[in-house]
Every structure is written in C-alpha cells, then in structure tokens.
C-alpha cells in the first residue's frame, strides 16, 4: 500500500470531520488503528488500498448512530458567492467538522473525503461505495448549503 | 438524449473537480474541467472548495493520536521477501508437487530415450537371466559361434548368431523355449563372468511385418541386470551379466548407446 494511502493525520482528520468531536475522533482512530496493528501481527492486513478509512468510516458511522440526529429540516441552500473564501477564512476547523458531521450520510462521508484533499473522485466512489451521480449531488448540495450557513453566520442571522 | 446525458455528467465530474493538481485526473475529469475553466461559477467554486481544503489542514492532531505516526511500521503490511515466499508453506508444497512431477516426467522420458525396438522383451528375457538355473540349460561344451548351427538344424530357426564379440565364448549349457508371446528364443550359458545370450526375434512393424532395426549396441537394466542388445538380420542378440554397464563395455564393439 502506498504510503499516500496510509496517511495517519489525514485519517484523524477524517474521522473528526466524521464525527465533529475530537474525543470521539481519537477514539476510533485509536480503535482502528489498533485493529490494524493486531491484523498486521496476525499477517492479515487486508491488501485493498484506502481500507483503513473505509473501516474508520464504518466505526464513525457506528460510533454516531446512538448520538442525537439532527431533525430531516429542509436547510437553506445559497449558490457560492465570490467571497466565500474569506467567509470560509474566519471558521474554526471545529466548526466545520462540527457542520460536516451533523450531515446525513452519504453526504457527511462524501464532504469529509473530498474536502480532505487526500483522494480523486474515483477514490472516494471507491472508499464511500458510491455512484459518481450520488457524490455529485451530496458536494454540490454540500456547497450551497455550507454557503447559506456562512451567509446565515455572517449576517447574524439564526438559522437552522 | 445522448446530448443531455452527456451534460450531466460533464456537470457530475465539474462537482467533484480536483481541488488541486496533487491527483492526477482522468481523461474524462480533465476534458471536463477544460470545458469549464474560466468560467465565473466554476472559479466560485474552487475557491470555496481550496478555502474548505486549507481550513482542514489546519485540524490539530492530538499528542495521543500522533504517537501512532511514529508506529505507522506497525501497521504496514509485512514486506515478502524471497526466503517468506519460499518457505510459505503452500508454496513449498506446491513446488514439492512440480519437482516430484517433473521428475517423474523426465525418469518416463529418460526411459523412454533409452528405449529401442525389442527392449520390452529384452526386459523380460533378464528376469528370466536371473531366475535360470544352468541345470534347466541342455549341457552343450563349444565355442558360442558354433550353436548357430545347432539352433538353425535343431530347432529350425534362422539366423540366430551369436555376434563376433562373443563368439568365442566357451558354452556351459543352451536351451531353446517359448515366451509367453510364443516367440522363439535361444539362450545360451558361457563360462566367462557367468554370462549368459538370448537371441530372439527382433520387434516388426505390426502393418508392414518389416523388422524394426536399430544400429549398434543397446543397454537395459533390470533388477541388477544388465544386457547388451543388438539386432541383426531380424534376431537380437542380448548379452546378459549380473552388474553394470561398464562390466560390459570390454566385450562391445562398435557404437555403444
């Protein structure tokens, strides 16, 4: 496996963006990696690249199942404005994982993966086990609505 | 249709277009996105997604988590190398089963290469070599060239000569019988080393009758045994000895194989 592949703070990152929690993060990134540490002992490493993001994205997905789900709300959703990058400047990273992860999934899986920098499209429809229409649909709904928050945000107003 | 499918997908890939040249794109991806360059919406959206991809960067890494980086050989598959590959059992077994193959294959073929027209009898005729007793033989004191004579007024049968290399040879006993294929053979016992001949009809070609000749001397080996064959005028003769090749060698003359 290529050690791109194996990039242990890009899997912490993607966990916390999983999860919004740094807690939660570190534990199943701890989990996952001492799973891999025994099976690697054990000589049965699975050979399939990007497998350890795909099993810390399973534990995630468990780990949050129990945790409280955000009321199915029709969120705002704005095209992206010129200036969302200064927008997107004055964040916290917490906040966006914090947002990232309060996502349904697919979307939350998809938005964690491709705004890590760290796989192309092709990877990601591999690692998340979707169809290049779904991932499409999840960014670009992504965007929009991350736009409407941070305009929501910067003009003060409450929104869901 | 096809116009429109096509549309969405250009528009599918442009959503999830590479935030930067660190991943090579595929053909499809890059055509897309050369389509789009420039254009208001798409630059809107690289730069959102180039400010998303910087403020992940900076998510801090616990110390906890970090102690991991530093044992990330622990979780690497273990590297194969030559000797695990060898001694990884299946592949020892299998490689077992491919030389025990191969050398049965080659021990067929080596058999096989030394076989000539008239080995398979001669074969047989050295089990019978070594459970002959010379008092089964006719006691018959002369030279071995002489019996030809005897064989042919005898028992009728031509051409059974004993070869110039053995020809002087003093007899102890000779016997003429039939194999259990009804062919007649003449075996004869000499003095010298215990040594004893057969002669016999030579192999046929079962379509056209004509003898199947072979030049020369040829050996077979049989609990023991050794004999040297070689075919004349449609008769083998094989000389036969308890022991090896070369305690035979002396006594040959001409091409030896």
């Keep these: ?160 | 249709m096809r116009t429109l499918r096509l549309l969405r997908r250009r528009r599918a890939l442009l959503n999830c277009a590479p935030i930067s040249q660190n991943h090579p794109a595929d053909r499809s991806m890059r055509a897309a996105v050369s389509r789009e360059d420039g254009s208001d919406e798409f630059v809107n959206q690289q730069n959102f997604d180039r400010a998303l991809a910087e403020l992940i960067r900076l998510v801090p890494i616990p110390a906890e988590s970090a102690e991991w980086f530093s044992e990330n050989e622990a979780i690497r598959a273990p590297r194969w190398t030559w000797r695990k590959i060898v001694l990884n059992p299946a592949v020892l077994a299998i490689s077992i089963a491919l030389l025990v193959i191969a050398g049965v294959f080659a021990f067929h073929l080596l058999g096989q290469l030394n076989d000539f027209p008239g080995s398979a009898t001669a074969r047989k005729l050295l089990t019978v070599a070594g459970s002959t007793r010379s008092v089964m033989l006719d006691p018959v004191i002369a030279e071995a060239g002489t019996l030809s004579d005897l064989f042919f007024m005898k028992h009728g049968l031509e051409h059974y000569d004993v070869p110039d290399e053995f020809a002087d040879f003093q007899t102890i006993g000779c016997r003429v019988f039939d194999d259990d294929e009804s062919q007649r053979i003449a075996q004869i016992w000499v003095g010298e080393k215990r040594m004893q001949f057969f002669l016999f009809p030579a192999e046929r070609d079962s379509k056209t009758g004509t003898v199947l000749a072979f030049p020369g001397w040829r050996y077979v080996h049989q609990e023991g045994w050794v004999g040297a064959v070689t075919e004349h005028n449609g008769v083998c003769f094989m000389a036969v000895l308890k022991g090896r090749e070369k305690d035979l060698e002396p006594y040959l003359s001409g091409p030896k194989q």
């Design chain 1, 1 to 160: 496996m290529p050690d791109q592949k194996q990039n242990l703070p890009q899997l912490y990152r993607f966990c916390f963006l999983m999860l919004g929690d740094s807690r939660k993060a570190q534990e199943v990134f701890n989990t996952t990696l001492r799973e891999a540490a025994v099976r690697a002992a054990q000589g049965e490493l699975p050979k399939e690249p990007f497998w350890l993001f795909r099993e810390a994205r399973w534990r995630c997905l468990e780990a949050s199942k129990t945790d409280l789900q955000p009321e199915s709300l029709k969120i705002d959703e704005h095209d992206i404005a010129p200036q969302a990058a200064s927008q997107i400047k004055q964040l916290e990273p917490a906040q966006l994982a914090i947002w990232i992860s309060a996502a349904p999934d697919p979307q939350r899986t998809a938005l964690a993966l491709f705004y890590l920098d760290e796989f192309d499209y092709l990877e990601i429809l591999d690692i998340a086990e979707l169809k290049l229409n779904t991932l499409s649909r999840c960014l670009a709904q992504g965007r929009r609505q991350l736009q409407a928050w941070l305009d929501a945000k910067h003009s003060g107003e409450p929104k869901v």
